[in-house]
């Protein structure tokens, strides 16, 4: 069971002795001290694997040490010597697992065999494969499709994933929820409606030549450790970083690079943050329109006093819509309530906007501290505003980042996991495989959530994750989980979710993305998609944890054939590697995006299923939305529609197409408005 717990203040620095400390102490737990380290110096290479924490961006030219203290934690949970013995249980019944804790449950060690909960028992029994497979596909084909859920957890590779989506869709619905639903999935609705674009619009080189960084509502020392190397070079060229979070996180504040022997030995510290305000939680809107308005009278006293003006309005005139209502209802924004709303005072934000107009290029970051909010939406959209008012879109050095959280969560949507059909290609599809996709919309989190608790959703089949840990209404889930007719959970450990099971539940171990998985052509291999769209192989370089155990690709290839009539293209799905090759969708190249050109071609869209930018350097040609802004009160009006239907903020968006895109509307507003158009133009 658990050690006792133990909080202690830490006062040094991110990173330094502290990180390689806590590795070392991860590693020895784990019965991985050396093999850990040896396989650690393969993590994010070109001819290793990618690392399964999260999915920041890889170096084209990767250090010796290409890993943070989380990514190298989660590599010694996944290739751990702990095993879930034989007769674990044997020993203990699902109703005294209930009673253990998510760490405990981990700590046991790799699942090793298929099995099938035995509710006389109620006890966890050994099963095989091929009985496992049998059984689900005959539950699967007693069910009405649109009833079952597949769900998709952000750690598949891009070839599972897609093999997950295309399943669901040949047995006949869109319900593919996943994790982004519950991070960034207002990222997925805001960005397109405001560049048309859902992914962020930088890469790693801009960090070496962006003259200001603004970060929004993101850790960086806990959610993405490795950005700290980009932050720190650009810290010691004198680069100014202001940094908005409720939270005075360590990382972004000062870091000690444990790849440098100096700063080791001498143990000097770099400091990240020239600026750290803590705004209130739920003031991002607030604070950055009070920098809009500071900016807007800083550009009016430049133009009375004839010198530079502090916004780009050649760029706003050409590449822009919806300047003049924006820019009247930050004029019109009360200062006192700007200053309450976010917890700044006027001077702070005065300051930044200063600082700002005198940065030739900007980088805006932002985190979950935008995204998981009511107003995640608005959020994401005026962190976009405030880069267009200097033309901050569509050169080098500057732009958006959203700092995704999963290793493969962007690329999972990349393929097809989305319950929006209008995202995904499906005329490919149906051309491809010779069948007739659903065209209906899928289920997103929140409405499987209600369906399984109406009694509507019949199934759910997970492709890893921690469904009932995730959703925000555990107690509400847990009381009527046991209702569905067959839940099956694909995983490497014990969670939660494996504890409260339906009428027929099925525990599938598979594989980790590290671990070797050898066939008769030889060794495979993944790829995943990192923050900044770029797609990497990603191969195993250890044993299995079991000889039984089977790979993502495999595992939902046998529940596919098992429940699928023969398609013309992929008869009888024989094997995940006939379904994986039958054509992966075209990948995006890894070059600089056109931050915002002219719509995507119909060609584009339907080869890869997302609106995205194309490639070079050119400045943008199809015109931004600059939205206006909420007002400040603690109220914002939401439309009644996303109200009802929020993952996040918002899961559902008016159907985008790649002819006219949202981004493109004009909108109005007076600053006492919640701006109509926003979300549901």
């Not at 996303?642 to 109005?668: F, G, I, N, V």
Request: hydrophobic share 35%; net charge positive; glycine share 8%.
């Amino acid at each position: 069971m658990s050690e006792k717990i133990r909080i202690r203040p830490y006062t040094g620095p991110a990173g330094g002795w502290g990180s390689l400390r806590s590795v070392e102490s991860v590693l020895t737990k784990q019965q991985r001290l050396a093999t850990g380290n040896a396989t650690l110096l393969r993590q994010n290479k070109p001819e290793g694997y990618s690392c399964v924490s999260c999915s920041w961006a890889k170096p084209d030219e990767a250090a010796t040490f290409e890993y943070c203290e989380n990514g190298a934690k989660a590599t010694a949970w996944e290739i751990t010597r702990r095993r879930v013995p034989d007769d674990f249980f044997a020993r203990h019944t699902v109703s005294e697992l209930r009673g253990w804790t998510d760490h405990d449950l981990e700590a046991e060690g790799r699942l090793l065999r298929p099995m099938r909960l035995d509710h006389a028992s109620d006890r966890w029994v050994p099963v095989s494969w091929e009985a496992a497979f049998r059984e689900i596909g005959a539950e699967l084909r007693a069910l009405e499709p649109r009833s079952t859920v597949f769900y998709a957890s952000g750690r598949a590779s891009l070839e599972t994933s897609y093999m997950w989506g295309l399943f669901a869709r040949l047995y006949g619905h869109n319900n593919l929820p996943d994790s982004s639903n519950m991070c960034h999935e207002s990222t997925s609705v805001g960005l397109p409606e405001s560049i048309g674009a859902p992914v962020g619009t930088i890469l790693l080189e801009d960090f070496k030549r962006t003259e200001l960084i603004l970060s929004f509502g993101q850790n960086v020392g806990t959610n993405s450790p490795r950005m700290l190397h980009p932050l720190q070079e650009a810290a010691k060229r004198g680069v100014p970083m202001i940094t908005f979070n409720p939270l005075r996180e360590r990382g972004w504040e000062r870091f000690t690079n444990p790849q440098s022997p100096r700063e080791m030995l001498t143990r000097s510290e770099t400091r990240i943050s020239s600026h750290y305000h803590q705004v209130k939680a739920g003031g991002d809107i607030a604070a950055i329109l009070g920098i809009c308005k500071a900016l807007l009278e800083g550009d009016d006293a430049a133009a009375a006093a004839g010198t530079a003006p502090w916004i780009d309005h050649a760029f706003i005139a050409e590449h822009t819509h919806g300047f003049g209502a924006f820019a009247a209802a930050a004029r019109a924004a009360d200062w006192a309530a700007l200053e309450a709303r976010s917890g700044l005072g006027r001077a702070a934000l005065a300051e930044t906007a200063a600082i700002y107009a005198r940065s030739g290029s900007a980088i805006a970051v932002y985190g979950m501290g935008l995204t998981q909010h009511r107003t995640g939406v608005e959020n994401v959209r005026m962190v976009v505003n405030l880069l267009l008012l200097r033309g901050n879109i569509g050169k080098p050095g500057a732009g958006v980042l959203p700092v995704r959280g999963h290793s493969n969560v962007q690329g999972q949507r990349t393929v097809g996991i989305s319950e929006k059909p209008e995202l995904v290609p499906l005329d490919r599809l149906a051309e491809q495989y010779g069948f007739t996709p659903p065209r209906e919309s899928g289920l997103n989190t929140v409405e499987a959530c209600e369906g399984i608790i109406a009694g509507t959703v019949r199934a759910f089949l997970s492709l890893g994750g921690n469904f009932i840990r995730a959703v925000p209404e555990t107690a509400a889930m847990e009381e009527a989980w046991p209702r569905l007719r067959l839940t099956v959970q694909i995983s490497t450990k014990l969670n939660r979710s494996h504890l409260v099971n339906g009428e027929v539940a099925y525990l599938l171990p598979c594989l980790g993305r590290i671990e070797v998985d050898e066939q008769a052509a030889g060794p495979q291999s993944v790829t995943c998609e990192d923050t900044m769209t770029k797609i990497h192989p990603s191969r195993g370089q250890v044993a299995p944890a079991g000889p039984e155990l089977r790979s993502e690709p495999a595992i939902v290839a046998g529940i596919a054939q098992a429940t699928l009539p023969p398609t013309r293209a992929c008869p009888g799905l024989t094997g995940w590697r006939t379904t994986a090759a039958c054509a992966m969708p075209s990948r995006r190249p890894t070059r600089r995006p056109l931050r915002a050109s002219t719509p995507a071609s119909s060609k584009a869209a339907a080869s890869t299923g997302r609106s995205r930018p194309g490639s070079g350097n050119g400045r943008p040609k199809r015109a931004r939305r600059i939205s206006s802004p909420p007002p400040p009160s603690r109220k914002t009006p939401t439309p009644r529609w996303r109200r009802s239907r929020t993952c996040c903020s918002s899961s559902r968006s008016a159907p985008t197409t790649s002819s006219t895109p949202p981004s493109t509307a004009t909108t109005t507003a007076s600053a006492g408005s919640a701006a109509p158009g926003w979300c549901c133009s």
